[in-house]
């Protein structure tokens, strides 16, 4: 079975940095493309970031572009979000989904369950 | 950049048929991914345009695609189907996924 284990969500004041780790099993994690996706409290989806296999190509939504940086390891089969200069707009439920393919531009075809952050002002 | 439009809401009674519609330019010329969220839980994909997505969920759930409406059906809705729906395409013209606002099914 495929399993997304999310971690590092809590609180944090604005301004700050925090990093999310999502670890994953259940499937060859280096053939596999990886997203992170939000969702605000009571609010719908956001897309937040992919990247591909090897982490040679990243891409962000304009909202996070030069302040969230996504990242994996392949042998620990990790992955990573580091987020800075947080505002109280990212607040959110953040999602790990394992991607179809290599390339990040398949279906999402399984997510965790989440991690939460906070961002007190 | 690109918008995806949805209803905000879909009532439909147990036992009838449910469309939610996902409305875009020319959405016809991409792939469109459908996810289901019930409350509490996680999103999870329940149609995709991807031929080879070999689905455990119900043959109840189809979409469709052309010009620029993309549209889920559910057929013969069950109380268990009450859910947001969420519409997701690639835009290749600025290499960003897209999600639609999602759309409340209420099943009377």
């Known amino acids: 079975d495929v399993h997304l284990v999310e971690s590092g969500g809590g609180v944090v004041e604005s301004g700050g940095s925090l990093r999310l780790s999502c670890v994953v099993s259940?499937?060859?994690?280096?053939?596999?493309?990886m997203h992170w996706v939000r969702q605000a409290p009571g609010k719908g989806l956001e897309w937040v970031a992919l990247?591909?296999?090897?982490?040679?190509?990243?891409y962000y939504a304009d909202s996070v572009k030069g302040r969230f940086t996504v990242s994996r390891d392949n042998r620990r089969n990790a992955l990573f979000l580091q987020l800075n200069r947080l505002t109280p707009d990212d607040a959110a439920l953040y999602y790990c989904?394992?991607?179809?393919?290599?390339?990040?531009?398949?279906?999402?075809?399984?997510w965790g369950q989440g991690t939460l952050v906070t961002v007190s002002s | 950049s690109y918008v995806l439009t949805q209803p905000p809401s879909v009532s439909v009674a147990p036992g009838q048929a449910a469309r939610i519609t996902c409305g875009a330019d020319?959405?016809?010329?991409?792939?469109v991914h459908w996810f289901q969220q019930r409350p509490g839980q996680a999103p999870r994909l329940v149609v995709s345009e991807d031929s080879d997505w070999p689905s455990d969920i119900a043959e109840r759930f189809s979409g469709s695609n052309s010009d620029n409406t993309a549209t889920l059906t559910i057929t013969r809705v069950e109380a268990g189907d009450e859910a947001d729906y969420y519409c997701?395409?690639?835009?290749?013209?600025?290499?960003?996924?897209?999600f639609g606002g999602g759309t409340k099914l209420t099943v009377l």
């Open positions: 020319n959405i016809g010329g991409k792939s």
């Open positions: 989904i394992k991607g179809h393919g290599d390339n990040g531009y398949g279906r999402f075809d399984f």
């Open positions: 259940g499937f060859k994690f280096e053939d596999s493309a």
């Open positions: 997701q395409v690639w835009d290749t013209d600025t290499d960003h996924w897209v």
């Open positions: 990247i591909n296999w090897d982490g040679g190509n990243t």
